[in-house]
């Protein structure tokens, strides 16, 4: 009886991840169309600019660099790349951070001493993440890193040395 009943919960577990929503596009892929799980594509987190972000921070050892795509609202892809000029040395990560929209904003300071109200996007695989956005104008970025010592060369850091300030395109 005991065996029938794990058998079973695995069924069902195993079943409930196929709900998860995907996203169909149109031909010419510009057009988000509809989302498998029948939510209407007005609900869709649609950015301003479907374009990457590229925040950037460069001083005169490291230069630190993250590409951000938003997926949703709440979560984006991103590509973070750190390199130490004077060793040649790189290390570089990727993946998807997530954010909770219903904890209150951080806040972070500029160089200048300034606060401003930071959105926090989390990514756990390999090491843990945090991606720190200023929510007003979008155009600064914060990184702050742990337990990642295994994943980067040491002179090469995932965590920001400096604000990171958004390229424009």
Known sequence: MRYLLILTLLTL???????????????????LVVL??????D???KPENDSVM???FENDTLFQQV???FITKNEFSFLLTSKNKQKGKYSQ????????????PEIDEDEEGNAYPAQQYIFEKNCWLSFRVDMQLKDKL?????????????????GSVGILRKKDN
């Open 13 to 31: 577990l195993g079943c409930g991840n196929q709900n998860k929503e995907k996203i169909q596009r149109s031909e010419n892929d510009s057009d």
């Open 36 to 41: 498998e799980s029948g939510l209407p594509t």
């Open 142 to 158: 914060r990184v702050i890193e742990s337990n990642c010592e295994n994943h980067h060369d040491s002179g090469c850091p995932f």
């Open 43 to 45: 609900m869709l987190y």
């Open 67 to 69: 590409e951000v795509k």
């Open 93 to 104: 990560v990727n993946g998807i951070a997530k954010s909770k929209n219903d904890v209150d």
């Open 54 to 56: 590229v925040f950037t």
